[in-house]
């Protein structure tokens, strides 16, 4: 359904690359192979061989002796931005969202997918990426998501009519219609993102869509090559989208789940985003935010940001309680994805935050609900390829696929090691982190 991905990196073309006895972890979350070679010509993978290779002229040698490489991060579900500036400065954030994405390039991320932002924003820093006119991840989006007047969910609310508010479905789906077909076509969505949030979980009940609104929302972006993914959050929520057709899903259910629910989900195999970190986040922010001054916060994230999360963000959630609320929900979240994991349900690692680190963060609770690393290994590599549609160039060590590469330390041994990098390439290219905006290089 997805066309082939044609996206050139920022520079001239890439080199040829032989990576040599290197342990591989292809993505795919079989057994790693001790002293494989890899070969990357231009942007993509050649070959891969558990044997030494011939070295051909042209071709530049790589030892990979004692580390590891593995395909790129895939963050499933990010906010690039939305989280570091108040609405009427949105507009103007490029600069905060490039430093942002460069935070995710520091640590190991070469694909994203902004699950919900202003269109105009993130549409744009998307055409700059895929013009090789930006160092970025691979950057996939929704733009702006769907949902029904008054209807709740998927971040913050945002008045009527602001740039980030969701395209509000009217009664009358003929009057829908070409409002999300114009968007389509005109936007151009990766994955096209809608809410369903009836809540009276916790708090009250508010309106949804209907199951036939959302089957004819699915039907529409998929005769427009588009799929869909979905923000739902009670077992109902769940149940409806399943009813309607979603092909993934944003998060993982973080309310008590029946049995029943997560044995469909996980036999459908449906890709669902994680996003365990955020609560984290809310929480130890809320509580302590004394981790926002650790060195690798420092050294990836703008100092202006970490400012504001302490100063804006920090009291706005707890205004609304929110730490109460992810406190009281955390446990039935991690029991989710730990039954899912036990069903074989198709779970890809994802944040819902917008900076590098928190994937670290997120793949170290995922750790810590009992799932072994090699199945992470793959959650947050080909999983989100297969929740993007990409799978086919993305998210394994495969021959033919793009050269996304991430050459570290054993993550099979230590969840830390994820973040223990030793170069990061992106189509075949390496990444020059000297020359990243961040703030570690600043200080030199
Ligand atoms: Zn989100």
């Given at each position: 359904m997805c066309t082939a991905l044609t996206l050139p990196v920022v520079g001239a073309s890439a080199a040829n690359l032989l990576f040599e006895n290197v342990t591989l972890i292809d993505g795919t979350g079989t057994a790693p192979i001790v002293g494989a070679s890899v070969l990357v010509k231009n942007d993509r993978i050649d070959l891969v061989s558990p044997v030494p290779l011939k070295h051909e002229a042209g071709v530049q040698v790589i030892d990979g002796t004692g580390k590891f490489l593995m395909p790129g991060l895939i963050d499933s579900h990010v906010h690039i931005g939305a989280n570091a500036v108040t609405e009427d400065e949105f507009q103007n954030q490029r600069l905060m969202g490039v430093r942002a994405l460069h935070s995710f390039l520091y640590l190991g991320v070469t694909s994203v997918y902004d699950s919900g932002n202003v269109p105009d924003y993130i549409f744009s820093l998307r055409a700059e990426e895929q013009g090789g006119k930006l160092v970025s991840p691979r950057l996939f989006a929704t733009g702006t998501t769907i949902n029904v007047y008054g209807g709740r969910g998927g971040g913050r609310i945002r008045p009527e009519g602001t740039p980030n508010s969701p395209i509000r479905l009217k009664e009358d789906w003929a009057e829908s219609k070409p409002l999300l077909e114009n968007y389509f076509k005109t936007r151009k969505p990766d994955l096209q993102k809608m809410v369903i949030d009836r809540r009276g979980v916790f708090e009250p009940p508010t309106p949804i869509m209907s199951v036939e609104q959302?089957?004819?929302?699915?039907?529409?972006?998929?005769?427009?090559?588009?799929?869909?993914?979905?923000?739902?959050?009670?077992?109902?929520?769940?149940?409806?989208?399943?009813?309607?057709?979603v092909d993934e899903f944003a998060h993982v259910i973080r309310y008590p789940a029946s049995d029943e629910l997560l044995k469909l989900l996980a036999?459908?195999?449906?890709?669902?985003?994680?996003?365990?970190?955020?609560?984290?986040?809310?929480?130890?922010?809320?509580?302590?935010?004394?981790?926002?001054?650790?060195?690798?916060?420092?050294?990836?994230?703008?100092?202006?940001?970490?400012?504001?999360?302490?100063?804006?963000?920090?009291?706005?959630?707890?205004?609304?309680?929110?730490?109460?609320?992810?406190?009281?929900?955390?446990?039935?979240?991690?029991?989710?994805?730990?039954?899912?994991?036990?069903?074989?349900?198709?779970?890809?690692a994802g944040t819902d935050r917008g900076w590098g680190q928190t994937l670290h963060w997120e793949l170290?609770?995922?750790?810590?609900?009992?799932?072994?690393?090699?199945?992470?290994?793959?959650?947050?590599?080909?999983?989100?390829?297969?929740?993007?549609?990409?799978?086919?160039?993305?998210?394994?060590?495969?021959?033919?696929?793009?050269?996304?590469?991430?050459?570290?330390?054993?993550?099979?041994?230590?969840?830390?090691?994820?973040?223990?990098?030793?170069?990061?390439?992106?189509?075949?290219?390496?990444?020059?982190?000297?020359k990243l905006d961040i703030p570690i290089n600043k200080k030199k």
């Amino acid at each position: 359904m997805c066309t082939a991905l044609t996206l050139p990196v920022v520079g001239a073309s890439a080199a040829n690359l032989l990576f040599e006895n290197v342990t591989l972890i292809d993505g795919t979350g079989t057994a790693p192979i001790v002293g494989a070679s890899v070969l990357v010509k231009n942007d993509r993978i050649d070959l891969v061989s558990p044997v030494p290779l011939k070295h051909e002229a042209g071709v530049q040698v790589i030892d990979g002796t004692g580390k590891f490489l593995m395909p790129g991060l895939i963050d499933s579900h990010v906010h690039i931005g939305a989280n570091a500036v108040t609405e009427d400065e949105f507009q103007n954030q490029r600069l905060m969202g490039v430093r942002a994405l460069h935070s995710f390039l520091y640590l190991g991320v070469t694909s994203v997918y902004d699950s919900g932002n202003v269109p105009d924003y993130i549409f744009s820093l998307r055409a700059e990426e895929q013009g090789g006119k930006l160092v970025s991840p691979r950057l996939f989006a929704t733009g702006t998501t769907i949902n029904v007047y008054g209807g709740r969910g998927g971040g913050r609310i945002r008045p009527e009519g602001t740039p980030n508010s969701p395209i509000r479905l009217k009664e009358d789906w003929a009057e829908s219609k070409p409002l999300l077909e114009n968007y389509f076509k005109t936007r151009k969505p990766d994955l096209q993102k809608m809410v369903i949030d009836r809540r009276g979980v916790f708090e009250p009940p508010t309106p949804i869509m209907s199951v036939e609104q959302m089957t004819s929302v699915v039907r529409l972006a998929n005769e427009n090559g588009i799929r869909t993914t979905i923000h739902a959050a009670s077992e109902e929520d769940y149940s409806d989208a399943l009813a309607a057709g979603v092909d993934e899903f944003a998060h993982v259910i973080r309310y008590p789940a029946s049995d029943e629910l997560l044995k469909l989900l996980a036999a459908k195999k449906i890709p669902m985003s994680t996003t365990t970190v955020v609560a984290k986040f809310i929480e130890r922010l809320i509580d302590d935010p004394s981790f926002l001054d650790e060195p690798v916060w420092k050294n990836s994230v703008d100092p202006d940001v970490l400012a504001y999360q302490k100063s804006d963000e920090r009291p706005a959630f707890a205004k609304t309680g929110r730490s109460l609320t992810v406190k009281a929900t955390h446990h039935f979240l991690m029991n989710n994805v730990k039954k899912l994991h036990e069903l074989g349900g198709v779970l890809v690692a994802g944040t819902d935050r917008g900076w590098g680190q928190t994937l670290h963060w997120e793949l170290e609770l995922l750790h810590g609900a009992g799932i072994p690393l090699l199945d992470i290994t793959r959650m947050v590599t080909l999983n989100g390829a297969i929740y993007l549609g990409r799978e086919k160039d993305l998210g394994s060590i495969q021959r033919g696929k793009l050269a996304d590469l991430l050459l570290n330390a054993d993550p099979t041994k230590d969840v830390k090691n994820f973040a223990a990098i030793a170069a990061v390439y992106k189509g075949g290219q390496k990444i020059d982190f000297a020359k990243l905006d961040i703030p570690i290089n600043k200080k030199k």
